[in-house]
T-cell receptor, first 109, second 113 residues
Framework: GQNIDQPTEMTATEGAIVQINCTYQTSGFNGLFWYQQHAGEAPTFLSY??LDGLEEKGRFSSFLSRSKGYSYLLLKELQMKDSASYLCAAMDSNYQLIWGAGTKLIIKP | IAGITQAPTSQILAAGRRMTLRCTQDMRHNAMYWYRQDLGLGLRLIHY???????GKGEVPDGYSVSRANTDDFPLTLASAVPSQTSVYFCASSDGGTGSGYTFGSGTRLTVV
């Protein structure tokens, strides 16, 4: 079957670094996506990885290991506005996204 | 219109009533999707369409129907609403490329009473 696992909730301090992990199991693989979703809003695209390694985009970085079926999203210099849910999604052989339930990130001052 | 537009933004609906949620995109994306999002369950795919004229069932299709008469529009119909269909519904689209991901509409919050 197809499955995405990520922690339900994480707490971090403003200015710190947090890593949100995601493991996936899909029928075929065409890349790993991370989305950010603020409460009451639609998900918005953060990153895409299809090759092994780290992709850096400002304060956010995303890592992929295809052999381990593993990804993480790294958020640096946390700001209060980073409080949101972070959704991990893997694209299967039919180019459809399989979604995790999301990780709610709580930032404390 | 820029991106994806969903209507209505929110709705309270009596059980047993018929309801159509509208979704329109102006990006000429081939693929479109309907999801429901419930607390703790994440996004669950209801129906999808890879191109105009074709549709497919997702993970939770029962009680819902869709049509794709053209590229831009992808309405979702609840034939006879039930309280378990209370949820936030998101429409999304994609150009089908591997790296482009999905663009989401702002969602419709539906309450069935």
């Amino acid at each position: 079957g197809q499955n995405i696992d990520q922690p339900t909730e994480m707490t971090a301090t403003e200015g710190a670094i947090v890593q949100i992990n995601c493991t996936y199991q899909t029928s075929g693989f065409n890349g790993l996506f991370w989305y950010q979703q603020h409460a009451g809003e639609a998900p918005t695209f953060l990153s895409y990885n299809v090759l092994d390694g780290l992709e850096e985009k400002g304060r956010f970085s995303s890592f992929l290991s295809r052999s381990k079926g593993y990804s993480y999203l790294l958020l640096k210099e946390l700001q209060m506005k980073d409080s949101a849910s972070y959704l991990c999604a893997a694209m299967d052989s039919n180019y459809q996204l399989i979604w995790g339930a999301g990780t709610k990130l709580i930032i404390k001052p | 219109i820029a991106g994806i537009t969903q209507a209505p933004t929110s709705q309270i609906l009596a059980a047993g009533r018929r309801m159509t949620l509208r979704c329109t995109q102006d990006m000429r994306h081939n693929a479109m999707y309907w999801y429901r999002q419930d607390l703790g369950l994440g996004l669950r795919l209801i129906h999808y369409s890879n191109t105009a004229g074709t549709t497919g069932k997702g993970e939770v299709p029962d009680g819902y129907s869709v049509s794709r008469a053209n590229t831009d529009d992808f309405p979702l119909t609840l034939a006879s609403a039930v309280p378990s269909q209370t949820s936030v519904y998101f429409c999304a689209s994609s150009d089908g490329g591997t790296g482009s991901g999905y663009t989401f509409g702002s969602g419709t919050r539906l309450t069935v009473v």
